[in-house]
Structures are given as structure tokens and as C-alpha cells.
């Protein structure tokens, strides 16, 4: 039982440059979560999606894309990286609420 | 936005010392979770509370959901060196989104 996967673990890219952080659960979990993480500042949700085909902005959308063709797929985009963007890269999901995400190992991303 | 206030923001403890670490709402939640995140990996559950009052533990670890819905604490027993880590914790007002509100957490440092 996998759980929830992310690729890559780290990745460093280059500014102007795009990139697609990959995330895959085999729990059937309908809710899947984007979330960046920076020092201090815990958890910030980027872009959340309830069911395949629907995905919604969170506290922290610009800059990033996200599509949920799949119940098990939610990648997230980055088109144009800036060093803003730097940062640590969490994906979650979870079944029906009150039972608490399920979160992936995370993905480092540095900007230069 | 809903928002959650957790302190202290980090604490320096010797082995064998009790830790207490709480989180504060303006906003009442159906669910109250607490994780811990240790280096290089995603937030893991804790604990999970659901209803006003109720208290909760998970070995050296206890956990309770505040009469008022507002608040949360979270309580460690003879800390150990592997309780090294963030904790963060994290409010499900039960929306149909399934979005948890997450607390900026609290860095736990163990000397043994």
C-alpha cells in the first residue's frame, strides 16, 4: 500500500523554465491537495480538487496549474518558475472528511 | 479566512520533560488533527478529535478537542529524542470540500 507518491524528491530549475511535480495516490480517495511548505510559514494550499475533472484555487494559486483527468492523478504545473516558487512541494489526499489527509513525502524545489 | 493560531512556535526541551503545545481559533471546527512532520518527510496524523471535549491518546500522547470548538491542545509525555520534529495542527470545519485550515506549527528540539 503505497500510499501517496510524488516525483521527483528534488529538482532544481532554472528561472523561465516549467516544470510538472507529479502526485498519485492508490487510496481511491476523491480529495487530493496541493500544498507548498516554506520555513516558518506551515502549510499553504495551492490548488485542491474534490472528484477527477474538478479542480479549485486555493490560498496560493498564482503561478501554477493543476489538472485531475484521473481519481488516482493530480499533477501540478509550474509554466514560467520563478525563484519565488522555491520551496518544499507536499501533495495529500483524503477520503471523506473528518479522516485527515494522507500526505506524500514532498518534492524540494529550488528556483536559481 | 478562517485561521488558526498554534504556539508556542518552537520549544527546547530536555529529555524526559512533558511538552504542551496548543492551538487557538477565532472560527469553530467540527474536527481538530494533530501531526507531526519530521526532516524530509510530509506531515504524519497523530490524532484525530471529534467531538467538543473529548479526549484523546495515542501512547505518550495526548490530545483534546476544546468544549468552546475554538482550541486544541496537544500534550507529550517524558519526551525522547525521536520526538524531534514539527507538529502542526489543523481545524476541519466540514465543508463540502474537505479543506483542513493548518496552524504554522511548532518545532520540537529534545536534548538528550
Known amino acids: 500500500n503505497a500510499g501517496v507518491t510524488q516525483t521527483p524528491k528534488f529538482r532544481i530549475l532554472k528561472i523561465g523554465q516549467s516544470m510538472t511535480l507529479q502526485c498519485a495516490q492508490d487510496m481511491n480517495h476523491n480529495y487530493m491537495y496541493w500544498y507548498r511548505q516554506d520555513p516558518g510559514m506551515g502549510l499553504k494550499l495551492i490548488y485542491y480538487s474534490v472528484g477527477a475533472g474538478i479542480t479549485d484555487k486555493g490560498e496560493v494559486p498564482n503561478g501554477y496549474n493543476v489538472s485531475r483527468s484521473t481519481t488516482e492523478d493530480f499533477p501540478l504545473r509550474l509554466e514560467l518558475a520563478a525563484p519565488s516558487q522555491t520551496s518544499v512541494y507536499f501533495c495529500a489526499s483524503s477520503g471523506p472528511s473528518p479522516y485527515g489527509y494522507t500526505f506524500g513525502s514532498g518534492t524540494r524545489l529550488t528556483v536559481v | 479566512g478562517q485561521q488558526l493560531n498554534q504556539s508556542p512556535q518552537s520549544m527546547f526541551i530536555q529529555e524526559g520533560e512533558d511538552v504542551s503545545m496548543n492551538c487557538t481559533s477565532s472560527s469553530i471546527f467540527n474536527t481538530w488533527l494533530w501531526y507531526k512532520q519530521e526532516p524530509g518527510e510530509g506531515p504524519v496524523l497523530l490524532i484525530a478529535?471529534?467531538?467538543?471535549?473529548e479526549l484523546t491518546s495515542n501512547g505518550r500522547l495526548t490530545a483534546q478537542f476544546g468544549i468552546t470548538r475554538k482550541d486544541s491542545f496537544l500534550n507529550i509525555s517524558a519526551s525522547i529524542p525521536s520526538d524531534v520534529g514539527i507538529y502542526f495542527c489543523a481545524g476541519d470545519s466540514g465543508g463540502s470540500q474537505g479543506n483542513l485550515i493548518f496552524g504554522k506549527g511548532t518545532k520540537l528540539s529534545v536534548k538528550p
Open positions: 478529535l471529534y467531538k467538543a471535549g
